[in-house]
């Protein structure tokens, strides 16, 4: 059997304003202005999956520097915008190397770390994974950069380390899953697939897990904050509307391929209890 369990880990939590989360007809930049609310915390979610040839990662949370270094977030206007934009709270126990050493695993067993988009909040355990192969989408690296990438949500000197063994991937043809007609087997086993679903950035990916007599799991990064807004078609505050709506629309899709689809946000509130839940009920 290629993958012997699923689990998810936070580094810590995260608030961002209610529009982030959606539905909003506001452009991004009105509400983030004039927003003057914050959602409870959420999650910054790490998913595990325990595959065969080693641990992957979707996706590696949020680094605690960067609420303990005044200077890891940039400063004049983009550190007003990243100001407004979220605040975090992560706790000394609750970087990714201590995490996976409370859940019985180690640092040093991760084979692959799959990154949904290159935010901030999703790279944020890259310094720890020097031994680790880093996959991201080829457009998302082109993306990132480009010019001003702070602006964009890239912070380059936290992305761009020596250490890093990168793997930027293309998607290429293949036979449809669903409505998507492109990916990225991940192991060649049918067990881990990439799929581009742009939108939140223009590289932005999800991971479709399957396992024999067990539910799917597609893990979608943000994509979506909340699966049930997803499954109803919604989209977030962030990113390139049409493009968003195709991805949610592909998404909602595929359900018609798997009806018992498993949607795993990285800031959903429900996503680790739904992920322990359906675990238990494979078990």
Known sequence: ??????????????RIRPEHVGPTDKNMYVWLATSKSWTPPRPINV????????????????????????????????GVVYDRLATFEIAPDQTLSQLLKTSGHDIRDVHTAVLSHLHQDHIGGLGE??????????????????????????????IERPDLRWDHINFESMSPIGPFDQGHDLFGDDSLVLLPTPGHTPGSLSMLVRRPGRAPLLMVGDLTYDAELLAAGEIPGVGKKQELHRAVDMVN????????????????????????QQEAVAS
């Open 1 to 14: 059997m290629e993958i012997s369990g699923v689990s998810a880990l936070s580094t810590g939590s995260v």
């Open 129 to 158: 994974l020097s031994k680790a192969r880093i996959v991201v989408a080829a457009e998302e690296w082109k993306s990132m950069r480009r010019p001003l990438p702070a602006a964009r949500g890239y912070l380059r000197r936290h």
């Open 253 to 276: 899709q595929l359900r018609d391929l798997y009806p018992d689809l498993v949607v795993l946000a990285a800031h959903d509130p429900a996503a680790a209890l739904a992920l322990q």
């Open 47 to 78: 998913y595990v999956v325990e595959h065969q040839d080693g641990l992957v990662l979707f996706d590696t949370g949020q680094d605690r520097a960067s609420v303990t270094e005044p200077d890891y977030f940039p400063g004049g206007l983009n």
